[in-house]
């Protein structure tokens, strides 16, 4: 099983914000995850869920994919300790003291998510924070690259 952090990009692109390509990827990607014995992890009243809970709030009346997304995402992710590891703020270790003053302070939380959960990659569009996180020895992929490989992945492989 791998443990994925993924950034805010995930609502951009499901909302369609980044457009019906970068929705449909997107989404294929949440479906792929579901499929594996892979696990998306987040933190409780982090950007990630907050950017959830507002796309929620303002798509459960609409017809289009988005209301899909939605309900897609709170049956096979939120509602499911075994797909989403959920961590409470409370509990999650200081940010690296060599990071300390290099990360943004909204993305520090994934720092600490993806050193709480023992996470194998965490998965952002900032090409200045993968750099960093990279010098630093944490695993950090951009969005392109990690959807290209994830998506080509043999299906039952890890």
């Given at each position: 099983m791998r443990r994925l952090v993924l950034d805010e990009w995930v609502w951009a692109d499901l909302?369609?914000?980044?457009?019906?390509?970068?929705?449909?990827?997107?989404?294929?990607?949440?479906?792929r995850v579901f499929e594996k014995c892979d696990q998306l992890?987040?933190?409780?009243?982090?950007?990630?869920?907050?950017?959830?809970f507002t796309m929620m709030a303002l798509r459960v009346n609409q017809g289009?994919?988005?209301?899909?997304?939605?309900?897609?995402?709170?049956a096979q992710f939120f509602q499911n300790s075994e797909k989403l590891h959920?961590?409470?703020?409370?509990?999650?270790?200081?940010?690296?003291?060599?990071l300390?003053?290099?990360?943004?302070?909204?993305?520090r939380y994934l720092v600490?998510?993806?050193?709480?959960?023992?996470?194998?990659?965490?998965?952002?569009?900032d090409n200045p924070l993968i750099a960093m996180l990279g010098e630093c020895g944490i695993?950090?992929?951009?969005?392109?690259?990690f959807i290209?490989?994830?998506l080509e992945d043999d299906p039952g492989g890890e």
């Open positions: 909302n369609g914000e980044n457009g019906e390509e970068a929705q449909r990827e997107t989404f294929r990607l949440l479906q992890v987040t933190v409780k009243g982090s950007p990630f869920l907050r950017t959830y289009d994919l988005r209301r899909t997304i939605v309900r897609v995402f709170k959920l961590l409470q703020e409370g509990s999650l270790p200081d940010t690296p003291p060599e300390e003053h290099k990360v943004k302070e909204d993305d600490r998510a993806y050193c709480a959960a023992s996470a194998d990659v965490l998965v952002t569009t695993r950090c992929q951009d969005r392109d690259t290209l490989h994830y």
